[in-house]
């Protein structure tokens, strides 16, 4: 059975739902709010790195603004996710004055609300239902790169019956409830991001886009199976049933390098994965993920984490914050060039 790539990269991420809950305004009403680690890290295991927002408007309709889009609307039945944990803002209508979320809560503690209302006078009413996730980027940099700063989707009649149950939910206290909210968090993320996936254009560029590419989407399936094996690009092209520099101009212009960087790529963050959870030898990571010569794999991975895999694992079981994240410039830089960002009106 062929391996789902998007569930595979998403458990290498370690995705974790934090929290949702509901949200019910009346009237004039603008709010700001930059999800970071550090609000949610109660909720969430250590080596999160990454905070992923989402809204759903289950009634009325609001405005939504990100230093990458103004102001848009997100009516009823639609999402809008906020990939990485960026600074953003919520309202009524466009350009009204927001203040921060912990403003409008009061004394009320983030990490325990469940529905929470504000009537701020006469006027429309307007329903949330705001989830939080967290991720370790750093494990799959490529998927995360390819998530544009922010993105809508309508849900569609298939998603009622979820988006229901998960707003009955958030408002749950019972034995196993926080479990419950955490996991229909991912659910709802999941389940935009594949409809976000099933929206990009055919010129669309990045690890979303290729999964949904015939030719790079197979090259992609094939190199995941069986990172060990010795690839060239003549192999993979006689796997996918191309040539070799029809595959290699493909795989370059849609995930931005030639398929054999992508693999290096790939077998340092499996790699990484089986060092931070497992107790094996450096010489057994190395064999596991294809290379023979230990001094090889050691220099791959310095060049891709900074740091020497026997240093990467101390620092990752003394909770030391290593590898390398993008910085907020090349975040607001990536905001910029987007190709998968477009957010449809």
């Known amino acids: 059975m062929a391996t789902d790539l998007l569930s595979h990269v998403l458990t290498l991420v370690r995705l974790t739902g934090a929290l949702i809950f509901q949200v019910e305004v009346k009237g004039p009403w603008g709010v700001v709010a930059q999800p970071t680690v550090e609000k949610f890290a109660p909720l969430l295991p250590p ?66 609300a469940r529905q929470v209302r504000f009537e701020n006078g006469p006027g429309e009413s307007t329903r949330l239902l705001c989830g939080f996730l967290g991720c370790d980027r750093r494990a799959f940099e490529p998927l995360c790169r390819s998530l544009p700063p922010v993105f809508k989707v309508d849900l569609g009649p298939r998603m009622d019956t979820l988006v229901r149950y998960a707003a009955a939910n958030a408002l749950d206290d019972d034995p196993g409830a926080a479990s419950l909210r955490g996991r229909l968090a991912e659910l709802l993320f999941v389940a935009a991001l594949r409809l976000h996936m099933q929206s990009l254009p055919a010129n669309a560029t990045g690890w979303l886009a290729g999964l949904h590419d015939p030719l790079v989407g197979r090259a992609m399936q094939s190199l995941h199976e069986t990172p060990w094996r010795h690839w060239s690009v003549e192999d993979l092209a006689r796997v996918t049933a191309s040539s070799r520099s029809v595959l290699a101009e493909r795989f370059r212009a849609v995930i931005g390098e030639p398929p054999m960087h992508y693999l290096t790529g790939l077998r340092m963050h499996l790699a990484a994965r089986r060092l931070r959870e497992s107790r094996q030898s450096i010489a057994s990571v190395a064999d596991e993920v294809g290379y023979e010569s230990d001094a090889a794999f050691q220099r791959a991975f310095k060049r891709s984490f900074g740091t020497p895999p026997a240093t990467w694992r101390r620092n990752q079981a003394s ?23 477009a957010i449809p009106q």
């Open 47 to 112: 080596g999160t790195n990454q905070v992923i927002a989402f809204h759903i408007v289950l009634d009325g309709r609001c405005w939504v603004r990100h230093a990458a889009h103004d102001w848009f609307p997100v009516p009823a039945g639609h999402a809008v996710v906020i990939a990485h944990g960026d600074r953003h803002e919520l309202c009524d209508q466009p350009g009204r004055t927001t203040v921060p979320f912990a403003t409008m809560l009061g004394k009320r503690a983030l990490l325990d």
């Open 319 to 341: 909770g030391a914050v290593t590898g390398r994240v993008p910085h907020q410039r090349e975040r607001r830089s990536r905001q910029r060039r987007s190709t998968d960002g």
